[in-house]
């Protein structure tokens, strides 16, 4: 087993002590924060898989938190306008895997980079096409109260909200986002 020696650094009058493996790290993660700046430069300030397939590189291998914080320093006070402008929207429509819906954002609360949500669906004029049942077209009010898989279709909106809300939040302003509650128009 090799040992490195110990290398310093030193913060606002603290010594922290890290391995020579631990800087090279450091290092590597500041050189992708430079590419993903350069590339937001020439294309524009979101990231997805395909970006990251560009630098090699695969959702968690970056933590999602760290290249939000590099999102949110490029994008400096651009990204709470941004996220204003997303939440002040009157609907947001899906079209995702079958489902055919919209919702609306009733509440949001920001608590430092991340905002909590509540929303409702409108299952009443939404639509969900039952592929692996009988592939015709049924309203989401419907689907949801069928008994026997009523629950799956509660699971699979909740999911087409969260991969919206990750395409439109997280990489887009690198806030990150919590539903708190999600309402169905037919139970108001």
């Known amino acids: 087993m090799r040992r490195t020696k110990p290398q310093y650094l030193i913060f606002i009058g603290m010594r922290i002590r890290i391995t020579e493996d631990q800087l090279n790290t450091i290092s590597e993660i500041e050189d992708y924060k430079k590419k993903f700046f350069k590339y937001w430069d020439k294309f524009g300030p979101k990231y997805d ?3 990251l397939k560009l630098f090699g590189l695969n959702r968690g291998t970056i933590p999602s938190s760290v290249i939000g914080s590099w999102l949110r320093e490029y994008l400096g006070e651009s990204s709470g306008e941004i996220m204003k402008k997303f939440f002040s929207k009157p609907e947001h429509k899906i079209d995702c ?43 989401l009010k419907d689907a949801r109260d069928n008994e026997e898989y009523g629950w799956e279709i509660e699971n699979e909106i909740q999911e087409c909200i969260w991969d919206y809300l990750i395409d439109n939040i997280e990489m887009t302003t690198g806030f990150s986002f919590v539903i708190d509650k999600i309402n169905y128009k037919s139970d108001l």
Do not use: A, N, P
């Open 97 to 139: 895997g079958g489902y055919d819906f919209t919702f609306t954002i009733d509440d949001y609360r920001r608590d430092g980079h991340q905002f909590e949500i509540k929303l409702t669906v409108d299952d009443v004029k939404g639509t969900v096409m039952l592929m692996l049942m009988d592939g015709t077209i049924h309203r």
């Open 49 to 51: 898989d395909q970006m």
